[in-house]
C-alpha cells in the first residue's frame, strides 16, 4: 500500500516501535492493540494514572495509518475500513478486558447457580463493547488523511462510538475514554461545560495528538507538532477554567439539614435472604444509632438518615412492626432508604415490583421514587422468551419492573431531590427530569456494589457519580452498601466518604448547589457540536492534502 511503502522509506529514521506498529500484521497487530487498550485502563479509577490514556488513543493513530491506502486511494475501499475495524475491535477488547472484569465478580457471590457465567462476564461483554470502538475505527478511517487532521478523524469516529455506546440497548456509558480526564484535577470541571460525551471527543484529541510528533509525509515537517501544540494548549484551558471555577465557589451548606449516612457492609449472599430480614434490620438499626465524635447523641439531633439500596429482603410496607421500629429509632426524623416496592393490580394480588427510594417519616412511606434504568442481566433478562428455557437468569432475585421515567423525590425537610438507583448514575445527561417545574437541588445516589467485592468496579462507580455532580452542579449523597459512599459537593469535591468494605457511619451537612451550569442548560448541543467541529476539522485537513 501507498502510504505504507511511504512510512517505510520517507522515514526511515522514526522508532522502531512506530515502524513495528504501523507495520504489524495478523497476530502481531492484534497483540499490539489489545495491549495498548489494556494499558489504557490504568487511567481509570482507582488507578488514576492519566498517561495511560495516552497509549491507546496514540497507537489508535498508528494502527489506522498502518491501513490507509494513501490520499489518492479511494475513500470507500472496503479492505482498509475492515482492517481498521478489526484493529478497533482488539484495542476495544483488550480496554474492556481490563477495565470491566470485576464484572466477573458478582457470579461469584452465588457461584452454585452464576459461576458458569464467568467467562461471559469477563471476556464475552468485553467482546460485545469492542464492536463499538470497531466501528468508532471504520468511520475514523473514512474521514482520514496524512498529517495532524487524523486525530480529528479519531475524536470524530471514535466520539461517535462512544456517544453510541452510552445510547443503544439502553445504553452502557461504563469507563468511556473521557473518563480518564475526571480524575486530572481540576480539567475535570469541564464537564460543567460540556458532559461526558463532550470529554470524549476532547480526551480523543489530547491523548492521541503525540502521534502526529512523527508524521511519515517530508510536506508536513513545518506543520509537525502543530496539532500537539493545540491539544496541550486546550488542555492547559481546561486545567486553568477548573483551578477558577473551583477557587471562585467554596462550598457552602444547607441550614437546619443534618445528615447521617449509614454503610452496613453487608455481606451479598446474606442480603437478600428473607429469613435474614429480622436481623438485618436490627443490624441497620444498631448501627444508625450509634454515637460519633460529630453526633455522641447518636440519631438525636439527625433530621435525615439515608440507608443504601435493596436495604431489605422483604417489601417493608408490608411489615409494620418494622416500620414501627425504624419510627421509633429516628425520634422524628426521616429515613430515606433503598427498597422494594410493590404496587396491588387493583384485585388484591401482587402486581409490579419495583426497585426504589423510599422516604419514611414516623410510620408511613410519605414519597418514593422507582427505578428506571435496569440493569440487564442482573434486574432484567433481555430475550427473556429467548433464554429463560435454556436456564439463563437474572442475577437479583425476584421480577423487577421498570420506573415510569425520571422524577424528583419530595422528601420532607429536603429540597427537591434528584434521585438515582445504582446504575442510573453512570447516564450523562439523563438523570434528571428536564421538564420539571422545580430544578432539583441535590443528587440521592443509593447503591449495592456488594456484588463486586473489593474490586475496581466500585470506585469507576463513585468516579461516574461524582461527575454527574459537576456536569449539573449538584450537591450528591451517595450511600452504598459496601461503599463508596460519600457526600460531594456541588463541583464534585468529596466532602467525607467511607472505604470500600468497611462498615460506618458518615455524619454531615448537605452542600448547596450551584447555579446552572451550561451543560445543564444546553447539554443536548454540547455533544454533537463537538462532533460537527470534529469532523469538519478531519474533512478540512482531508481536502487540503488533495490536489
Known sequence: MAQIAEIASARASAPTLLQRIVLARGWTRRAIAFCAGAAGALALAPFDFIPAMFAPLTVAVWLIDGVADGEDAPRFALAPIVSAAGAGWWLGFGYFVAGLWWMGAAMLVEADQFAWALPLAVFGLPAVLALFPAAGFALARLLWSTGGARVFALAAGLGAAEWLRGHLFTGFPWNDFGMA????????????????????????VIFAAPATLIDPAPRSARRIGGTMFAAAAVAM??????????????????????????????????????????????????????????????????????????????????????????????????????????????????????????????????????????????????????????????????????????????????????????????????????????RPRLFLNVTNDGWFGRTTGPYQHLAQARLRAIEEGLPMIRVANTGVSAIIDAYGRILQSLPLGEEGLIDGRLPREAAPTVFAAYGALAFPALLALATAMALFGAARRRP
Open 237 to 438: 484551558l481546561m486545567f486553568a477554567y477548573g483551578v477558577f471555577r473551583l477557587g471562585a465557589n467554596k462550598t457552602e451548606y444547607v441550614d437546619g439539614v443534618a445528615l447521617r449516612l449509614m454503610q452496613p457492609n453487608l455481606p451479598q449472599d446474606a442480603k437478600f435472604r428473607p429469613e435474614n430480614g429480622a436481623k438485618i434490620l436490627r443490624h441497620y438499626l444498631d448501627l444508625s444509632e450509634r454515637s460519633t465524635n460529630e453526633r455522641p447523641s447518636g440519631l438525636a439531633e439527625i433530621t435525615h438518615l439515608v440507608w443504601p439500596e435493596s436495604a431489605f429482603p422483604y417489601v417493608i410496607s408490608r411489615h409494620p412492626e418494622a416500620l414501627a421500629a425504624i419510627a421509633r429509632a429516628l425520634k422524628g426524623g426521616v429515613l430515606l432508604t433503598g427498597a422494594a416496592r410493590a404496587e396491588s393490580d387493583g384485585d388484591g394480588r401482587p402486581g409490579k415490583i419495583f426497585n426504589s427510594i423510599e422516604a419514611l417519616k414516623g410510620e408511613s412511606i410519605v414519597a418514593f421514587y422507582d427505578k428506571v434504568h435496569l440493569v440487564p442481566f442482573g434486574e432484567y433478562l433481555p430475550l427473556e422468551e429467548l433464554l429463560r428455557p435454556l436456564g439463563i437468569n437474572h442475577l437479583v432475585p425476584g421480577i423487577w419492573d421498570r420506573g415510569a421515567g425520571p422524577r424528583l423525590l419530595a422528601a420532607p425537610g429536603l429540597p427537591p431531590v434528584a434521585p438515582l438507583i445504582c446504575y442510573e448514575a453512570i447516564f450523562s445527561g439523563e438523570t434528571i427530569q428536564r421538564d420539571a417545574a422545580d
Open 181 to 204: 480526564l475526571t480524575s486530572a484535577g481540576p480539567m475535570a470541571q469541564t464537564a460543567s461545560l460540556v458532559g461526558l460525551h463532550g470529554l470524549d471527543i476532547i480526551a480523543i
